[in-house]
């Protein structure tokens, strides 16, 4: 039976909001979708001279809330993703949405939240999911830009207090204060964004979210499932990278994907906790046999790019390439290697290939990248130039 879908928010914004902050006169209506007017302050421990604001938005995602610290341009821009009111809709029926879930919905849950030996909590499947299927949808709790939460090793300005204690007032601050913490000397909200959140790029602008259902999922260097951001929602949905198993653990890499062991260990020494995967854990032979692999891709994407390169070369090359990307599960980063290829093909007069690596690659840019992204759009826009050359028989 087909459930019906709610309108869209009356307030969504048609145009472009102009952007507010706490000196811009003060009504309601302009504050829309933000629920109280934005608190700023321009951080001077940090030397800037950029001004931030505090905007919430108490009845975001079926009242569990979202608060943004960012600029006020910033803000203005993701005005119409807050007020559209339809993906808290459809994520509802993951266990992401601040409200009960019914028996009928509680039965299209992919998964559970359970404590895992010596990583705290984690989330494991409770029936087959496939590659491809979406495990889950989580919509964000707190969004910040990282000019004010900067990373780990640069200092975040000594005025974020005032902002942290605000952002504990919003919404269904409970379920974020339940998320795992690992440090000391800094105010919870910040642990728990430091230890919690996911690169999201909003209008050019880097920043972290905060999703608090995605946050459960722990780390893995060989893992099963990809945060997908898109920025037309604001939603991050973990996407299965394999068929996985009901009782297997779900998880995600929190570095890039597909660096050798020293690279990964140092990059996993910001989270703070010993990596205890099966890929870290593997025997020495076995590691040192993926490293192995991992420094050849290198190589050979290179020698695929070397102007002397032949053409039956190439094709070896990419042949050596696409097996060992399988053979090290790093899907989720083959259509960017994909729309490579498409130029390289290109380039060397097989317009035919390229046409083929340039479908592939969308088809694995769309899975895994935001589909409305620069990224598959450009990809896109490839594809339908090189069909037009096949067409006109070039
Ligand atoms: C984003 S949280 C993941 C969920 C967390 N386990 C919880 O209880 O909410 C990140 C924290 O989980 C733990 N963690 C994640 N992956 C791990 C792993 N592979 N081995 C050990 N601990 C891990 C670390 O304590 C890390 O700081």
Not at 352 to 365: D, I, P, Q, T, V
């Amino acid at each position: 039976q087909q459930t019906q879908t709610p309108l869209p928010h009356p307030f969504t914004p048609q145009t472009c909001p102009t952007p507010f902050d706490d000196d811009s006169p003060a009504s309601q209506a302009a504050h829309l979708p933000w629920t109280s007017p934005p608190y700023c302050l321009t951080p001077r421990s940090i030397g800037s001279a950029q001004k931030f604001c505090l905007y919430t938005a108490a009845a975001y995602n079926l009242g569990a809330g979202l608060s943004v610290l960012t600029t006020p341009d910033a803000a203005a821009s993701l005005a119409a993703a807050v007020a559209d009111t339809l993906p808290a809709w459809h994520a509802r029926d993951h266990l992401a949405s601040g409200g009960r879930l019914s028996k009928e919905q509680e039965g299209r849950v992919k998964y559970k939240v359970v404590r895992m030996e010596g990583k705290g909590m984690g989330v494991v499947a409770t029936r087959r999911i496939d590659k491809f299927e979406t495990i889950m949808v989580s919509l964000p709790a707190v969004v910040v830009d990282n000019e004010f939460l900067p990373a780990e090793e640069d200092e975040a300005p000594a005025e974020g207090g005032k902002f942290w204690r605000r952002v504990q007032g919003v919404g269904d601050w409970e379920r974020v204060e339940r998320l795992a913490r690992s440090r000391e000397g800094v105010n919870v909200v910040e642990d728990v964004v430091r230890t919690n959140a996911f690169g999201v790029r909003v209008e050019g602008r880097e920043g972290k979210g905060l999703y608090p259902e995605i946050a459960r999922l722990n780390h893995a260097c060989d893992p099963n499932a990809f945060p997908r951001f898109t920025r037309s929602d604001l939603a991050m949905r973990a996407v299965a990278t394999r068929d996985i198993l009901p009782g297997e653990e779900i998880t995600i890499s929190y570095i890039p994907l597909g660096m050798p062991t020293p690279h990964r260990l140092r990059s996993l020494s910001n989270w703070g906790f010993n990596c205890t995967c099966a890929l870290c854990t593997s025997p020495p032979a076995a590691r040192d046999a993926s490293d192995t692999r991992r420094h050849r891709l290198v190589e050979v994407y290179y020698a695929m790019q070397e102007p002397g390169v032949s053409y039956e070369e190439l094709v070896e090359l990419t042949r050596e390439f696409v097996q060992t990307v399988e053979v090290e599960r790093l899907d989720t980063k083959i259509g960017e290697y994909y729309q490579a290829f498409m130029r390289i093909y290109y380039n060397a007069g097989d317009a035919e290939s390229a046409l083929k690596y340039a479908r592939l690659g969308l088809k694995y840019s769309e899975a895994f990248a935001d589909p409305e992204g620069g990224f598959c759009s450009g990809l896109r826009a490839d594809l339908k130039f090189l069909e037009a050359q096949m067409v006109g028989g070039k």
